[in-house]
């Protein structure tokens, strides 16, 4: 199941995609809409596109106020919770707060830590190293709660499945309180409260029934609302929490959780706080990414300084972005934020080699019978398999397992498509795993090397059974069809008012027809194509990644449809709009 490294990266498949433009909202409606909500019609148009039809909760999702978050103490356990963690500040208790190694577990350590503390607490951070200790709370937690003789044990962003380990900090005599988002296992922990929104919520039960409001929340929003709430328990003063929302929408963002209810109200406000930070970590980092002459934004927080917070766990100690977000000392921080900038770099090295050696693997196999792919090598790191996967889903449509091996046995991380629930799917495969956990969209396995074979047949078996072939073939929501002599300053300010974008919000896409080009495209980057759009008032910049190999398909004279999302780029102090291409073919006359 592996090959050697290939002397040229292998360029995917040409892939069509089904463009599926929204119905225009009623004429009426959209004056209503307007006139009720004192709005241009243009934003009331988007509005209704979005499904936000209701005029009271289109205005909540226009302007969301920090007053409209539910109280922490609505959340099942949250009362318990409390109560003990007050008593932990009141006693000086020695405190674990074990966290995740991903960006939203070191933004929830990191909140937990510094507010138990600050409230009398003896706190200690504490993450597992991924590569020897593993995911989740396990036997180096464990041994971190009694090395530290901590009476109490905070979990962020895992400990929902770990039935196990959480009973052997009880019989310890250690309290556990778990902080954590993740769907829980059939059974769930007997601690001494839970406070994660999806307890109540099994995996084939995800999507039905009546949903809790805070079920998107990230671990870090269970987190913040946690240390809110234990600042009104104790009757002190929360300002500093609310300073905290920077690292708040860090994580909700890197976290990929859904950018609507609480979630947009916590990212809206921790954007505008990130430009101007008060953390000396988090500015570090930002200086460190070249941002610190640049807006702020969610797709700028998820592709720059995600990866940069990321990469310390992925391939290193991830306890160094919690010493980041937690030091005072500027430098401190600038060490720090170096050395997550070498290690990123490393990071993006390990992934493109992997990537290369993958594409290399799937071009020897049959696509059109393959509706799963599994693929296992020796040498790679578990630590970036995971990104892999993601961009080999999006450049084939199939769900996707890569396996790191390491001796007689393989870690390997999956990623799917939106037709596919993954852990389902793994669950069909459950005997030929290990272990296994994960989510609809990514998971997690253990697998032994003499297994993988066979595993790879029966997953994509199971993919087989669920998918077919249509859906395969990849989707692209058009918000809206526009005149390219429309496409300018105007209507970019109207499309800022949806901000933040991302899950459950995405940036709209637009679609102008019959546009055509004002110079010959040319390669930019690594696989990227620049293409100048004439936009009768002058021209527009239209960048597409991953587009090279198409080159020859347009030039000057040959009349485009273009699928886009219009976006500001600031480049040396300069601003300018420019459109980021989702897709390009050639114009059709009967299109229109």
């Given amino acids: ?113 510094q507010v138990l503390n600050q409230f009398g607490a003896n706190a200690i951070p504490f993450i597992p190293n991924r590569l020897r200790d593993g995911y989740d709370l396990g036997t180096a ?37 778990i902080t954590d988002h993740h769907l829980p296992g059939e059974v769930l922990p007997d601690c001494f409260a839970l406070l994660n929104p999806n307890q109540d919520r099994s995996e084939s039960a995800a999507g039905s029934g009546e949903r809790n409001p805070d079920e998107d929340l990230a671990a870090v929003g269970v987190a913040f609302k946690v240390a809110l709430a234990l600042a009104k328990k104790l009757e002190q003063n929360d300002a500093f929490i609310w300073r905290m929302l920077d690292l708040v929408a860090l994580a909700t963002i890197a976290d990929v959780a859904p950018l609507t209810g609480e979630n947009r109200i916590l990212v809206r406000y921790g954007l505008r706080m990130m430009s101007e930070t008060q953390n000396v970590g988090l500015r570090a980092m930002i200086r460190a990414a070249g941002l610190d002459a640049k807006p702020i934004t969610a797709g700028r927080v998820g ?25 005072k000392d500027e430098h401190r921080a600038n060490q720090i934020a170096r050395k997550l900038e070498e290690l990123n770099e490393q990071r993006q090295e390990l992934d493109r080699q992997a990537l290369d050696e993958a594409r290399e693997m799937v071009a020897a196999l049959d696509l059109d019978s393959t509706f799963g792919i599994v693929l296992a090598k020796e040498g790679w790191h578990p630590g970036v398999i995971g990104i892999v996967a993601s961009r080999l889903v999006e450049e084939f449509g199939r769900p996707t397992v890569l396996i790191a091996l390491d001796g007689d046995e393989g870690k390997g991380s999956g990623r799917s498509i939106a037709k596919l629930h993954l852990r389902d799917a793994l669950a069909e495969c459950g005997d030929l795993l290990t272990r296994f956990g994960g989510h609809r969209m990514a998971a997690g396995v253990t697998i032994a090397r003499d297994q993988v074979e066979e595993f790879a047949r029966r997953f994509n078996a ?23 002599d429309r496409v300018g300053e105007k209507l970019e300010k109207i499309l800022r008012h949806f901000e933040p974008f991302g899950i459950g919000n995405p940036t709209p896409v637009l679609v ?49 449809d273009v699928a886009f999302r219009l976006e500001r780029d600031e480049y040396k102090g300069t601003s300018r709009l420019q459109a980021r291409i989702a897709d390009i073919i050639p114009h059709k006359p009967n299109d229109n």
Wanted: hydrophobic share 45%; aromatic share 2%.
């Fill in 303 to 327: 592709f720059i300084l995600g990866p940069r917070l990321n990469a310390a766990g992925r391939i290193d100690e991830a306890l160094q972005g919690v010493e980041l977000l937690t030091t």
């Fill in 1 to 113: 199941m592996s090959t050697a490294i290939p002397v040229e990266p292998v360029t995917p498949p040409r892939r069509i995609s089904r463009w599926i433009v929204a119905t225009p909202p009623n004429a009426e409606a959209v004056t209503t809409l307007a006139e009720r909500l004192q709005i241009p019609e243009e934003i009331a148009n988007l509005l209704l596109i979005r499904k936000h039809e209701d005029p009271e909760r289109a205005m909540r999702f226009l302007r969301p106020r920090r007053e409209q978050l539910r109280d922490a103490l609505t959340m099942k356990g949250a009362e318990k919770a409390i109560e003990r963690l007050a008593r932990a500040t009141v006693g000086k208790e020695t405190v674990l707060v074990h966290g995740d190694y991903d960006v939203d577990g070191i933004c929830s350590t990191t909140i937990l830590t």
């Fill in 462 to 484: 199971v993919a087989a059974a669920h998918l077919t072939p249509e859906d395969l073939v990849p989707e692209i929501r058009i918000d809206l069809e526009v005149a390219m």
């Fill in 141 to 177: 937690g464990v041994q971190a709660a009694t090395d530290a003789n901590a009476t109490l044990v905070v979990t962020c962003d895992c400990g929902t499945t770990a039935v196990e380990r959480v009973a052997d900090l009880c019989h310890a005599g250690i309290d556990v309180i």
């Fill in 512 to 560: 102008a027809r019959n546009v055509s080009l004002a110079a010959p495209p040319k390669l930019i980057g690594r696989d990227g194509l620049k293409i100048r759009l004439s936009t009768g008032a002058g021209e527009l910049e239209a960048i597409g990644w991953g587009m090279a190999p198409r080159i020859a398909e347009f030039d000057v004279g040959v009349p485009v």
